[in-house]
């Protein structure tokens, strides 16, 4: 029989980007952060984010029904250690990690700074395990430059050189 921290450390080998996902509860910025992530479909544009079903943003994801994924950027590691706190408290994001945000015209919080942004309307919501698989039609990308934040084997981690 696998135990769940066998198991933690073999999907730990997976190499993964790191993304906060971000809704507008009430007038207040709500968000996790995320690496189950990715995309589904490209007609229609889709992508799924996993989300355990004690956060308090899966609440809110079933509520609001449109979010924001934000791809990390390998400067916002505080960022996200912070949205990786169950305990945060969400007002004080810009102060303890730097955490600005500017706002689609939906509302939905826009992370400053990150390599890509995802605006997403949810389509379906599927319970697997102790985890809801979030499925969302992306209705618009924001493009940055610059390099990812990393998590592989529990450590955050930048991207290395090209292999040739």
């Given amino acids: 029989m696998i135990d769940q921290e066998t198991f933690r450390r073999a999907m730990g080998c997976f190499a993964t980007g790191v993304t906060v996902i971000t809704v507008d509860y009430e007038g207040t910025v709500q968000g996790m952060t995320a690496n189950a992530f990715s995309s589904v479909s490209l007609d229609p544009l889709l992508v799924l984010v996993c989300v355990d079903q004690k956060a308090r943003t899966h609440a809110h994801l079933h509520a609001r029904k449109r979010f924001g994924i934000n791809v990390l950027s390998e400067q916002q590691r505080a960022i996200s250690e912070h949205y990786a706190q169950p305990d945060r408290d969400p007002s004080r994001a810009e102060q303890a990690a730097g955490a600005r945000f500017d706002r689609t015209p939906h509302g939905t919080p826009v992370l400053q700074g990150a390599l ?17 698989i979030f499925i969302a039609e992306v209705e618009d990308v924001v493009v940055r430059s610059g390099k990812p934040l990393l998590y592989f084997q529990a450590e955050y981690r930048a991207i290395g050189s090209e292999l040739k």
């Fill in 116 to 132: 890509a942004y995802l605006e997403c309307r949810l389509q379906s919501a599927q319970d697997a395990g102790d985890h809801t």
